[in-house]
């Protein structure tokens, strides 16, 4: 019986490394395709590269159908005073350029695009790290 739960165990912890390593693979892939399109000047695809990520961050995408649903959906989730200074108007604008303009986006507007969306990652990660935080004092408590 012990055996079994020791092989369990290192079998699913074997199995959660490989998964996280797949995942940070795959960021560190895609961070890499996205400083590529920027060196090279590619600055419309990058923007709509960071916005496909921030599309799927914000769940199904029946809720977000048109530009407009998009953008409100946006204002509402990031929201408050920790999103402040992030103007989603602009945003929009710039994405909808890269997306529909046959003369794209400026390097300036792909910045704008790219310091977004560190910003909301870097918000992400604390938020997520905070809610582990809370999940393992409560666990603690127990």
């Known amino acids: 019986m012990i055996l079994k739960t020791s092989l369990c165990v290192i079998f699913l912890t074997a199995l959660t490394a490989v998964i996280v390593y ?7 892939l895609w961070e890499a395709r996205l400083a590529k399109r920027v060196k090279k000047g590619r600055y419309s695809r990058a923007a709509i590269m ?5 599309y799927k961050g914000l769940g199904h995408p029946s809720k977000n159908r048109t530009d407009e649903l998009y953008l409100a959906n946006l204002k ?7 999103y402040c200074g992030i103007h989603w108007d602009e945003y929009m604008r710039i994405i909808q350029k890269a ?23 870097k918000k992400d990660i604390r938020h997520n790290s905070q809610k582990n935080m809370y999940k393992n004092s409560m666990i603690n408590k127990k």
């Open 50 to 54: 960071i916005n496909n990520r921030i």
């Open 76 to 82: 509402e989730k990031y929201c408050g005073p920790d």
């Open 99 to 121: 997306v529909y303009s046959s003369e794209g986006i400026t390097e300036e507007e792909c910045f704008m695009i790219v310091e977004t969306w560190r910003r909301l990652e």
């Open 22 to 28: 797949i995942k940070r693979r795959r960021n560190i």
